[in-house]
């Protein structure tokens, strides 16, 4: 166990609907990772927060948004559903840094799967 | 722009023997280089990271990797491979030139063989 929690586990939903997915990372972790990982496309990185701020930004579609709370857990909303949005999304958190060097170790969470119908 | 390629979609290796798992990469930068393993319906679990300093990184569960700057190659080792082992393998560069993206290679797939 990672300390890493996801939830849901399991999505289904239609097309052009939006669903939120829920990220809590470790205690005391700061940094929090999205992650879509699909047959076609492999796996991608989408957008990393740090203590509240948008830290990196990698393959996420304009669909797609997240954020992260005060409370440091994070969310990511996928609006406008479409079949290919079918993936497994995973979170990952990481200490906070150490001077001005990036721990960069992640910690996954169990990923949450989502099924666009 | 970066890249990471694992030219072996899959590495078979008989238990007790060696196992190399490799991993290119280009970027403009200096890279910060990873290596994660996925096991059967499990999640993604962190092996080890090159940021700085020494080629040879030690990781978790007796596997390490060299950064070999020359060759832009950090392949992945374990002197003696276990059943285990088998699992899916990502390599992947952090390029700190272009916004921090992460970019992944399409894993490996490795078989120990008992």
């Known amino acids: 166990d990672s300390g890493v929690t996801q939830t849901p586990k399991h999505l289904i939903t239609a097309t052009g609907q939006r669903v939120t997915l829920r990220c809590s990372p470790r205690?005391?972790?700061?940094?929090v990772y999205w992650y879509q990982q699909s047959l076609d496309q492999g796996l991608q990185f989408l957008i990393q927060y740090y203590n509240g701020e948008e830290r990196a930004k990698g393959n996420i579609l304009e669909r797609f948004s997240a954020q992260q709370f005060p409370d440091l857990h994070s969310e990511l909303n996928l609006s406008s559903l479409e079949l290919g949005d079918s993936a497994l999304y995973f979170c990952?958190?990481?200490?906070?840094?150490?001077?001005?060097?990036?721990?960069?170790?992640?910690?996954f969470g169990p990923g949450t799967r989502l099924l666009v119908l | 722009a970066q890249s990471v390629a694992q030219p072996e979609d899959q590495v078979n290796v008989a238990e007790g023997n060696p196992l190399t798992v490799k991993c290119t990469y280009s970027?403009?930068?200096?890279?910060?280089l990873f290596w994660y393993v996925q096991y059967p319906n499990r999640g993604l679990q962190f092996l080890l990271k090159?940021?700085?300093?020494?080629?040879l990184v030690k990781g978790s569960y007796g596997f390490e990797a060299e950064f070999n700057k020359s060759q832009t190659s950090f392949h992945l080792k374990k002197p003696s491979a276990l059943v285990s082992d088998s699992a899916l393998y990502f390599c992947?560069?952090?390029?700190?030139?272009?916004?921090?993206?992460?970019?992944f290679g399409p894993g490996t797939r490795l078989s120990v063989l008992p």
């Open positions: 992947a560069v952090r390029d700190f030139n272009y916004g921090q993206n992460f970019v």
């Open positions: 990952a958190s990481s200490p906070r840094t150490s001077g001005n060097v990036l721990q960069e170790t992640q910690y």
């Open positions: 205690s005391g972790d700061l940094s």
């Open positions: 970027v403009s930068g200096n890279p910060y």
């Open positions: 090159y940021i700085t300093g020494d080629n």
